[in-house]
């Protein structure tokens, strides 16, 4: 049915999509606007904001000390490479070849 009119008037079909649109981000903006607002006034649940900031704060603690872990392993495995490139002679010589690079 949405093909015959698309076929039938183009131009109406694409203007009832873009009302169609432009309600839907209204929705959107309406939903937003009004979480926001809720943020500053009453009713405030310190105790569930508390929780959530628990939540995303130490229960993540693990999934960021496994990146970091992880990570620290590949900047060691690319320090070792370059240990055994530059034969490693002195700190001093090896960081200006470092920083020049």
């Given at each position: 049915?949405?093909?015959?009119?698309?076929?039938?008037?183009?131009v109406l079909?694409?203007?009832s999509r873009t009302v169609?649109?432009?309600m839907e981000l209204g929705r959107i903006a309406l939903f937003f606007s009004n979480g926001f607002i809720?943020?500053?006034?009453?009713p405030l649940q310190i105790s569930k904001i508390k929780q959530q900031i628990f939540f995303f704060g130490m229960k993540s603690l693990f999934v960021i000390c496994l990146t970091g872990a992880?990570?620290?392993m590949l900047v060691g495995i690319q320090g070792g490479d370059i240990k055994f490139k530059l034969k490693f002679?002195?700190?001093?010589?090896?960081?200006?070849?470092?920083?020049?690079?």
């Open positions: 049915m949405e093909l015959l009119v698309i076929l039938k008037n183009p079909a694409l203007g169609r649109m432009l809720l943020l500053f006034f009453p992880f990570a620290g002679i002195d700190l001093q010589q090896l960081s200006r070849k470092l920083l020049c690079s």
